[in-house]
């Protein structure tokens, strides 16, 4: 396992082995990583590393001689299953250090009999640096940003630049924000791994954002945040002399981007991964929405941080996982130009028209690779045999799709983009490695193996060697036989002389006479044999000897070559890959729509806000697999110099929540680009949305529910702006009735006057729909139910007007609470209601004491209402696979009835 052994008895406190040595210097060099110390086929842990790395992988700790009089702690795993374990140490936030042999052992010992194999480190492995495929999830990127702020000046707040790159596939972002925007900012991209210098890292408010961008922080020393260098740390990186061909940058942006490249530079151990021009993003050009709506409207993850269940699972379709990767970033970053928003919108329209074309294009796509990931493995040189057969694959397919499409677009639409792109792609190129490549290939360039026969003839020979020495040997012995007319010659091996040719004594004075002894060259004479050898033979011999060695040196000189090709032309290949992912939103979209019905929103740049039959895409698909259908609603909050604000009454279980987040996501998925789950939406657009929906605290922080109800508010009062959308739920709850009927009447006012926002306001407090009598734009709405029976049907139905009431007793029960409860319940309110609430007091006085024993054991029998007995008895009746046309437009007629005298309260 290793190639020089630690002492197992050793006493002397004092004495260190050479590789011990050698391991103390290394990880003195990277002591916030695990170092990975390659001894043979293991990589090696010892000390803290060792106990940390046992505890976090459930492997074996052991322990091996000792050091300063301590046993050394040791623990391994083995290189070829390395990245598996790798994968759980990062999952865990754990860096590694990988320290590799750069030569070996027989190599070491031609420095003396005691010399280590030298070895360094050629790569730290963090969360935001992975490029292996199987380190790295599919659909999501793998983002790495930097913080740099400018301390604001004169009462000027502070300013904030955020760099955020994904070196898997090379995306490399910019954008600047105040103090309040860090947050939202650090949520829509969600890093796996944040750069921020060491004195903001220890800033307490600070500390918190950097806690809730839920990313491994490192704090790093300021010299990598130096804004006098910046610019020259980004010009040599890209070889260019100025930063103007790429776009105007701050000081600031800059100071942020060369952190990313210096953290870069210093985890690749100098590899330069192909990482884009740095692109500034405008904080406008996008939806802005704070981390507090991300998480209520659950975007891209459910609140108990699940994928399924977030809106972004219920939308995607797409069949690669860089078209999820791009349908994520638009999800998270709606667009707010209505322009491109029309234009993303016209591709989707095309698709949901040409039917059998969408399905051949979709059909290609799911065949392409991920050629952007596989591009940056080969260019830092961990790319295998299967990234070079990505890359042809994904250029293959980008040429099909490309000559499908040709001629469909006018110029400058998004098809017309992403044509331009894929016609772009170096499609001889991949050609070429088709052609040069196996179909079978291993995962690892060493293993060889991966270069077709008939490529490279030395190859082919250097093979043949290897693998049909005795084949050759044998051919070789016939020529020999027939050029010496010696039938019984033969070619044999031995340790001593190596490969010779063996006669009988009888003929081996031919072969020592003239013309003979010119080819064969006497060498030893047995009692019974005479054996000769032969300059081809002593030349094959060596051949055959290194013919396996050749062999790989020759696919590894052939992969070199094929990937320095690859490397020339990864800008074009690059853009290909983006064209794919964006025909795969663009076609998924246009999936999505057909098969859930979803209608094109007309999106502009008023402040309409109107849906009509709009519906939560999330809930609907589930209510579908339980086998229930979703009641589509409408809203318009929409205006001409302000929006509308609809306050919404009725009770728990209604579908209030329901309706105001279903109209966020709506806005969200017509901004980017999509269809809605509406029948007709025409949405101006949004540029900045707030939702305050559900119950949460923050008591790591000291926060009781209400306290975060109240920032998150504030958050929005102090922000809103009338392109702004609202949506408020039960705002007030957490506190006394009367404070909170306060803060929520005033909230409404705010929104009204001086927000001017289009909001939507739910709550139970049924005396705010009163503010619709003094204010224009409020709007009474309510949740429309049933009482049947001392209980309470959900109808779903958003319906004008105000609830009077909130139903609470029949959904308590609803829940199962104790029958003694709610009728205890009941008797309380009834009082309540003949004081309004201002005698407490006198009500407790009047109640007879609460008594468990009161609570009835057996069910009171109830006479059976003839409505409902009808009811039961049609649907019992019911049929659905036996029933004609006819039938069952009678059925349905015949529950209308009833349903009709049911709301009448006929018998």
């Known amino acids: ?20 040595a050698q391991f103390i210097e290394i990880k003195a060099a990277n002591p916030d990583c695990l170092l990975f110390y390659r001894m043979g086929d293991f990589y090696e842990m010892f000390f803290e590393d060792a106990e940390i790395a046992s505890r976090a992988l459930g492997i074996t700790l052991t322990k091996r001689g000792k050091y300063m009089g301590r046993d050394v702690p040791l623990c391994g795993v083995p290189v070829h299953a390395a990245d598996d374990y790798l994968q759980r140490l990062i999952a865990l936030g754990h860096r590694v250090a990988v320290c590799e042999q750069l030569e070996n052992p027989a190599e070491a010992r031609k420095r003396g009999s005691k010399s280590v194999v030298r070895r360094d480190v050629v790569r730290l492995v963090t969360p935001g640096t992975l490029t292996e495929d199987n380190l790295l999830d599919a659909r999501r990127s793998n983002f790495l940003a930097a913080v740099a702020r400018q301390k604001g000046s004169d009462g000027a707040g502070d300013l904030f630049a955020v760099a955020w790159a994904d070196m898997s596939t090379g995306v490399f972002r910019l954008a600047e924000t105040a103090t309040a925007g860090i947050a939202a900012l650090l949520a829509r991209i969600e890093p796996r791994e944040l750069l921020v210098p060491d004195n903001l890292f220890d800033e307490d408010d600070l500390r918190r954002t950097w806690k809730a961008s839920s990313s491994a922080v490192v704090p790093l020393p300021r010299a990598f945040f130096d804004g006098a260098t910046a610019e020259h740390r980004l010009t040599t990186f890209y070889g260019v002399r100025s930063l103007d061909a790429f776009g105007t940058f701050s000081r600031l942006e800059t100071t942020a981007a060369a952190a990313i490249v210096a953290y870069v530079e210093k985890t690749q151990v100098g590899s330069r991964p192909p990482l884009d021009a740095p692109a500034r993003e405008t904080i406008g050009g996008a939806m802005a929405i704070d981390a507090a709506t991300r998480a209520n409207l659950e975007l891209t993850r459910t609140l108990s941080g699940e994928r399924r269940g977030s809106l972004l699972a219920a939308i995607d379709r797409t069949v690669t996982g860089a078209g999820a990767r791009l349908m994520a970033d638009r999800v998270a970053s709606p667009l ?46 961990r790319g295998g045999p299967r990234d070079l057969a990505a890359v042809a694959a994904g250029l293959s397919v980008a040429a099909r799709l490309a000559e499908d499409l040709d001629g469909i677009a006018a110029a400058g639409s998004e098809i017309a983009r992403i044509v331009d792109g894929l016609k772009s792609a170096p499609v001889a190129l991949g050609q070429h490695i088709n052609a040069t490549i196996d179909d079978e290939l291993p995962l690892l360039k060493r293993d060889g193996g991966f270069v077709r026969r008939g490529v490279h003839a030395d190859l082919d020979d ?142 502009d740049d008023s402040l309409a806000f109107h849906i009509d039959g709009g519906r939560h895409p999330v809930v609907e698909q589930m209510l579908r697999e339980e086998g229930q259908s979703f009641v589509a609603n409408g809203c318009d909050v929409g205006g001409d110099s302000a929006g509308k604000l609809w306050i919404v ?100 006012e705010h929104l009204h006057e001086a927000n001017r926002s289009r909001a939507l306001f739910a709550t139970h407090y049924h005396e705010l729909t009163a503010l619709s009598e003094r204010m224009p734009r409020i709007v009474n709405a309510t949740v429309k139910v049933k009482e049947w029976k001392g209980d309470v049907i959900f109808l779903h139905e958003i319906v004008p007007g105000a609830a009077d009431r909130s139903y609470g007793i029949q959904v308590a029960k609803l829940a199962g609470l104790p029958r003694a409860v709610v009728d205890r319940a009941r008797s309380v309110l009834t009082e309540l209601e003949k004081t309004g609430g201002t005698n407490t007091a006198g009500v407790l006085d009047d109640l007879p004491l609460f008594s468990v024993a009161r609570r009835k054991t057996v069910a009171e029998p109830t006479q059976a209402d003839p409505v409902e007995q009808e009811l039961l008895t049609l649907l019992d009746g019911l049929q659905p696979d036996e029933m004609t046309p006819r039938a069952a437009q009678d059925a349905l007629y015949r529950l209308k009835s009833i349903r009709a005298r049911m709301e009448k309260g006929q018998t």
């Open 1 to 20: 396992m290793t190639d020089i052994a630690l002492p197992e008895d050793e006493t002397d406190a004092g004495y260190v082995t050479p590789a011990m």
């Open 336 to 381: 707010t130009d209505p322009l491109q928003i029309r234009d993303r919108l016209d591709a989707v329209d095309y698709f949901v028209a040409e039917t059998t074309l969408r399905a051949r294009l979709r059909a290609d796509l799911a065949g392409a690779p991920d050629m952007a990931r596989a591009l940056t493995r080969i260019t830092l040189d």
């Open 462 to 603: 250097a093979r043949a060697l290897r693998d049909e020495s005795r084949q050759v040997i044998a051919a070789l012995q016939q020529t020999y036989a027939d050029l010496a007319e010696i039938k019984s010659l033969k070619v044999r091996h031995n340790g001593v002389l190596g490969y010779f040719v063996e006669v009988s004594p009888a003929n081996a004075a031919a072969m020592m006479s003239e013309p003979l002894n010119r080819t064969f060259i006497h060498r030893q004479t047995l009692a019974n044999a005479v054996r000769f050898s032969t300059t081809e033979l002593g030349e094959l011999e060596g051949r055959i000897a290194s013919a396996a060695e050749r062999a790989l040196a020759i696919e590894l000189s052939i992969f070199a070559s094929l990937s320095a090709d690859i490397i020339a032309a990864g800008e074009t290949i690059k853009r290909a890959a983006d064209m794919l992912a964006a025909l795969d939103v663009a076609t998924s979209l246009a999936e999505l729509a057909t098969a859930e019905g979803y209608m094109r929103p007309k999106v």
């Open 649 to 748: 009454t009725g009770p728990n279980m209604a579908g209030k929540s329901t309706f105001l987040r279903q109209n966020a996501v709506i806005a969200i998925m017509a901004q980017i680009g999509s269809f809605v789950p509406a029948r007709t939406a025409h949405i101006g657009v949004v540029d900045r949305l707030f939702s305050r929906v559900g119950a949460a605290d923050d008591l790591a922080r000291g926060r009781s529910t209400f306290m975060v109800e109240m920032i998150e508010t504030a958050a929005i009062l102090n922000q809103a702006g009338p392109r702004s959308f609202v949506v408020l739920d039960e705002i007030g709850r957490g506190t006394a009735t009367f404070d909170g009927l306060s803060i929520a009447w005033a909230t409404i």
